[in-house]
């Protein structure tokens, strides 16, 4: 007798043709193999059909849907004309020549696309060009005490500490790091709270302790491994020095 667990497909539901295979597999002890078939069939099936399928595909890929945008970067106003689905790292780098934001992973997880949003770091790859409308966009670019420094006296209380503490190395990242630490500085400064604070135990007025700074600059990825004197820079930068 047949086990009752063993799959069975019922004959009536196929053609002549399917029943019979079925069971001559299942004499044999072989039934998975329609199973084998059939998936190498349909998988057949799926590929033609995708393959005749392409030209409409990427047509719609190429589909653009076009609009106006201004955005404010750094003080200055600019309008655009972009793709709807354009990100503000792209916009940045492709249409506005701003290629100091960097394009690291693409996909929010590395950091080097770090801008500030009315004051709020966040990750430029995974964020809409289109809503970031009306906004006050600063890059790494804005930071400078000045539009065209030439000595370090000109550059941010960051910047300055970065170069003082050589917190850098191949030097890709160091834009959305110094746009991190920039940040992260003036949350600490406002008592906002990390991880850290509340298992330290300092919940009202947050000291930027090494350990502080390492959890607050965690979403910025360096692959040269400089974070010693990442650490080090921004706790000088924190205490208003470069040195």
């Not at 030209?55 to 655009?80: C, D, M, R, Y």
């Amino acid at each position: 007798m047949t086990d009752v667990l063993e799959p069975r497909i019922c004959a009536s539901e196929l053609n002549a043709e399917s029943a019979e295979e079925i069971e001559e597999l299942e004499r044999h002890g072989l039934l998975s193999e329609i199973s084998r078939r059939r998936f190498i069939q349909a998988s057949s099936a799926l590929a033609a059909s995708l393959a005749f399928g392409m030209p409409g595909f990427i047509e719609a890929q190429e589909a653009t849907h076009n609009a106006t945008v201004t955005l404010k970067v750094n003080g200055k106003p600019q309008t655009l004309s972009l793709d709807s689905r354009t990100s503000l790292l792209d916009a940045l780098r492709e249409h506005m020549d701003m290629t100091g934001t960097k394009k690291g992973c693409d996909h929010g997880q590395c950091g080097a696309c770090t801008v500030l949003i009315d004051g709020r770091r966040v990750n430029s790859c995974l964020t809409l060009a289109f809503v970031s409308e009306g906004a006050e966009i600063t890059t790494i670019e804005g930071l400078a005490k000045t539009s065209d420094p030439k000595a370090i006296e000109d550059l941010s209380a960051v910047q300055a500490a970065f170069l003082m503490h050589d917190g850098y190395q191949c030097g890709y990242c160091t834009p959305g790091q110094i746009i991190s630490a920039t940040a992260a500085i003036t949350e600490q400064q406002k008592g906002e709270l990390s991880i850290v604070s509340w298992h330290s135990g300092k919940n009202d007025q947050p000291e930027l302790t090494d350990d502080e700074i390492r959890e607050r600059m965690s979403g910025n990825i360096c692959r040269c491994g400089a974070y010693p004197n990442i650490v080090a820079a921004v706790r000088a930068a924190s205490k208003g020095a470069s040195a």
